[in-house]
């Protein structure tokens, strides 16, 4: 025996975003557009709640589950933005990060050899968990034409209907797309009929600008079988905090937390302090660094219109998803990186459907935004 990967590990590739990260960590003077976090810092009231935490000593374990009273308020919130009612005792899963919640969804409820249908393109992720958890995919690749929403055809003509679980993500990473409640009833409805349970990332839930966020577990018949993962990184600007949660009937939670209790015990406690006091009063924050992600994706859309760029008016999240002006996006990516030391992420990266596209990230303030758009256009010139 040798310390060799075992083979499931071995057959997924180091993610395609690292690369880019890498070739711009040895440049001077880039623009990163490449980045899928927040550029805010955490709101000062939760950094200042995990300092008085670790000041009065709460340096311990909390319950598996997390703190009852991070749960407690987790479902308050959740009832108050999403309608969803979630019991916090039974129902709710304290993780590090919603890509914890995701990795336990896979490994819990799911058994080697079934399927899950992965709509595409998708954050990072999604892919490597099931084939750690020995799960096979099937791919579920969304369309320009559609603005990369999910739809029943696309659902249909790619045997989703068949697999025994569906995994997607709006407002989403990478595309920025985002569905009305409407459009997630079809794919609900699909759910229902071919008994399918779904694993619904709303990490960028509250990050929206044209419409409100609609949760596919509100809706009737739906709650049973869906898994929903949220968590603080995003509409916080929490990322390092690492804490996420998920959402499901007891059942779906107890699995859950068989293996959360052994790999990871709980959740990192003096984020779980710094979390209770973001959703007690750091909300006008967030509305306020959605405001300005508006504001700089509207700036961003415009601009790409002025220099006839293709790109669907993306509504949520904080990416805008062009059609790449060169048929390479790879190719055009990279030399723009490096001619122009801006840094962006061809869509790719992001699995199937991502091709042609690339992925701009707008969490980057807006003098720079605006400098990086101009060098763009000086490029494409
Ligand atoms: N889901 C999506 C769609 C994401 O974009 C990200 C972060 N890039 C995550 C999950 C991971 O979130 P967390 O920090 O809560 O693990």
Partial sequence: MTLEPATRVDSVPPSGIRRFFELAEEMDDIISLGVGEPDFSAPWAAREAAIASLERGRTSYTANRGKRELRERIADYEAATHGLQYDPDEEILVTAGASEGLDLAFRALLNPGDTVAIAQPCYVSYVPGATFAGVDVVDVPTRAEDEFKLTREVLESTGAADADALVYCYPNNPTGA???????????????????V????????????????????????????????????????????????????PEAIEAMNRIHQYSMLSAPTTAQYAAIEALDNCRDEV???????????????????????????????????????????????????????????????????????????????????????????????
Avoid at 184 to 192: G, Y
Avoid at 220 to 233: A, D, I, K, L, Q
Wanted: glycine letters at 8%; a negative charge.
């Fill in 287 to 381: 509305t306020e660094m959605a405001a300005q992600y508006d504001r700089r994706r509207k700036y961003v859309l415009t601009r790409f219109e002025e220099m006839g760029i293709d790109c669907f008016p993306a509504a949520g999240a904080f990416y805008a998803f062009p059609e790449c002006p060169w048929d390479d996006a790879d190719e055009f990516a990279e030399a723009l990186l490096q001619e122009k030391r801006v840094a962006l992420v061809p869509g790719s990266a992001f699995g199937a459907g991502g091709a042609g596209h690339l992925r701009v990230s707008y969490a980057t303030g807006l003098s720079d935004l605006k400098e990086a758009m101009a060098r763009i256009e000086s490029f494409i010139e």
């Fill in 178 to 196: 985002t569905m009305t409640g409407d459009e997630i009833a079809e794919v609900a409805a699909f759910c229902r009929e071919n008994d399918l």
């Fill in 198 to 249: 779904v694993f619904a990332d709303e990490i960028y839930a509250d990050l929206t600008y044209e419409h409100e966020h609609t949760s596919i577990a509100s809706l009737p018949g739906m709650r049973e079988r869906t898994v929903v993962f949220n968590g603080f990184s995003k509409a916080f600007a929490m990322t390092g905090f690492r804490l996420g949660y998920a959402m499901a009937p």
